[in-house]
Every structure is written in C-alpha cells, then in structure tokens.
C-alpha cells in the first residue's frame, strides 16, 4: 500500500465516545459479546489512566515515529492516537515532547503496539498512554507509513474513528457503527450487575443467582461432608 494520510474520518456520537468510557473497559468488552480487547501485553504507564475517544489510527515502520508526527496534524480534539508497527517493535516511539504536542493537539491519549519513553515525565503530565513496552531506545524520522487506515494493532482490528476505551483492565475497541447499541448493551449489563451486588451483598450465593446448582448436577459433581 502506498503511504497515505487522510486528513478526514467519521467519528461516532461524542455521548456515546463519553458513556463507553465512564462504562469502562470489561463492561464493553462483555457487552460486545467478550470481543474487541487488546491482547493483555498493552498496558497503561500509570495507574488511574483512562481514555474514551476516537481511534486515529497510525501505521509505522519498525524504530521509525515519523507518522506520529504526521498523524498530529489531522486529529481533533478527544482523539487516541492508535498507532501499530510494520515489524515487532519495543523502542521508545512516544516521550515527553510528542506528549506535549498532542495536548497542544486535544489528543486525549495513546494506545501504542511498541514501546515509550520518558514514562516519569508522562506519569507527571497525567498523558494516558498504553504501551507493549517502556524503553529508553530512540527512533529515526524518517520512514513513511500511513495515517488513518485500518490497521492491526495487538491482536485487534481498528479502523479510523472507532471508539478506543483504555482503563487499567487494558483497551478495547468499539466499532464505530457499533457504539450507539453497545451503550445500550453496556448500560443493560450494569443494570443487571447492580441487581446481583446487591443480592450478593445479602448472602445470596451466585451457585443459586446463575443457577450454577444444575451445572454442577449435570456435570456429575458430588457433595461429600
């Protein structure tokens, strides 16, 4: 594929961006039918980072952060940069500088396929950032690739404008079509959790609320004293 960036991308309903992320990473992973999750190596930087917003998608060659630096000219504000690597990759793409640039920008954060830098100065600035890998090794400038195409990043598909969702249970990704009856799903799932909390918190037993009795039964599971 030749290098492309493209400037223009569609985005879903910001209510929808918002209420996925206060829903948080497990509950939209189970309401999409347990689908969508990063594989468990892409990890957040610090504790406490969150992210909800449109996935700006960044494909790079191998040591080589030149689209990061492209993609920055085409976000909005509330945009993840999601940026993947052309070969496995865990030198530090992403440090204090880009940082302070895609704040400049509106971009809410980074999931990243590779490694980072700077993490103390990140930590600091409270910029949300999941990473494969944290390591001090630097990159070239040089080398194009692709802003806003659909990529593979850790073992998920994403397209341009899908909704990303990071917490400290990892990042999962939302197709854009998808995000109104997600939120929908997502919103029904807490309403049911919130039911079962309570009947949980009263000493019910989750063998009697899931009906698990019968599976032990059909699976020949004897009681013994």
Same mark, same amino acid.
């Given at each position: 594929m030749r290098p492309t960036i493209v400037r223009s991308i569609l985005r879903a309903d910001a209510e929808h961006i918002t209420r996925l992320g206060e829903c948080g990473v497990a509950t939209v992973h189970e309401a999409m039918g347990r689908t969508g999750l990063l594989e468990p190596a892409i990890r957040p930087i610090f504790p406490g980072a969150r992210v909800a917003g449109s996935a700006v998608t960044v494909s790079c060659a191998a040591g080589d952060n030149l689209m990061?630096?492209?993609?920055?000219? %085409?976000?909005?504000?509330?945009?993840?940069?999601?940026? $993947? *690597?052309? #070969?496995?990759?865990?030198?530090?793409?992403?440090?204090?500088?880009?940082?302070e640039s895609c704040r400049a920008h509106g971009v809410a954060g980074l999931v990243i396929d590779a490694g980072v830098r700077d993490?103390?100065?990140?930590?600091?600035?409270?910029?949300? %950032?999941?990473?494969?890998?944290?390591?001090?090794?630097? $990159? *070239?400038? #040089?080398?194009?690739?692709?802003?806003?195409?659909?990529i593979g990043c850790a073992g998920a598909l994403v397209h341009p404008g899908d909704v990303i969702v990071g917490d400290a249970d990892g990042v999962v990704v939302v197709p854009r079509a998808d995000a109104g009856p997600v939120v929908t799903a997502a919103n029904e799932r807490l309403a049911r959790e919130a039911r079962t909390?309570?009947?949980?918190?009263?000493?019910?037993?989750?063998?009697?609320?899931?009906?698990?009795?019968?599976?032990?039964?059909a699976q020949g599971v004897e009681w013994v004293d």
């Open positions: 990061i630096h492209a993609a920055i000219a %085409v976000v909005r504000p509330g945009d993840v940069l999601v940026v $993947t *690597t052309s #070969a496995p990759s865990s030198d530090g793409m992403f440090g204090e500088l880009l940082a993490t103390a100065e990140l930590t600091v600035m409270g910029f949300p %950032v999941w990473s494969r890998a944290v390591w001090a090794h630097g $990159t *070239t400038k #040089a080398i194009p690739g692709s802003v806003n195409v659909p909390r309570e009947r949980l918190k009263g000493g019910e037993l989750g063998l009697d609320i899931y009906g698990l009795r019968d599976v032990l039964n």
